[in-house]
Nanobody, 127 residues
Framework: QVQLAESGGGSVQAGGSLRLSCSGS???????MGWFRQAPGKEREGVAI????????FYANSVKGRFTISQDSAKNTVYLQMNSLRPEDTAMYFC?????????????????????WGQGTQVTVSS
């Protein structure tokens, strides 16, 4: 059974940085992993997604140029480096994984189809 565990959330001032980590036990064969976030009263949205086989990525427009998703295959860990944080980035951030049959099927940006989810880690950005 796949288990995902996020870490690295916290509180920072606007302009600051955080790095989130997602460690997956049993997720080696999950070729598509991503970070999603959900703010109170809002729908869960895709932030950054990685098609592990090719290291290809999807980023939400709101985070392009500020966030970077990456992986350490040896550690079976996916990271989300978040720079130049803004108050509107405040949300619960979730790591998720799925098996995608195509690259396009992985990088669509929607949380739909992701079968494994972590418990989430809170990111709070103050102005």
């Amino acid at each position: 059974q796949v288990q995902l565990a996020e870490s690295g959330g916290g509180s920072v001032q606007a302009g600051g940085s955080l790095r989130l980590s997602c460690s997956g036990s049993g997720s080696t064969w999950m070729n598509c992993m991503g970070w999603f976030r959900q703010a109170p009263g809002k729908e869960r949205e895709g932030v950054a997604i990685l098609y592990r086989r090719r290291d290809s990525t999807f980023y939400a427009n709101s985070v392009k140029g500020r966030f970077t998703i990456s992986q350490d295959s040896a550690k079976n860990t996916v990271y989300l480096q978040m720079n130049s944080l803004r108050p509107e980035d405040t949300a619960m951030y979730f790591c998720a994984a799925k098996v995608a049959f195509t690259e396009a099927g992985c990088l669509g940006g929607s949380p739909g189809g992701f079968t494994q989810w972590g418990q989430g880690t809170q990111v709070t950005v103050s102005s």
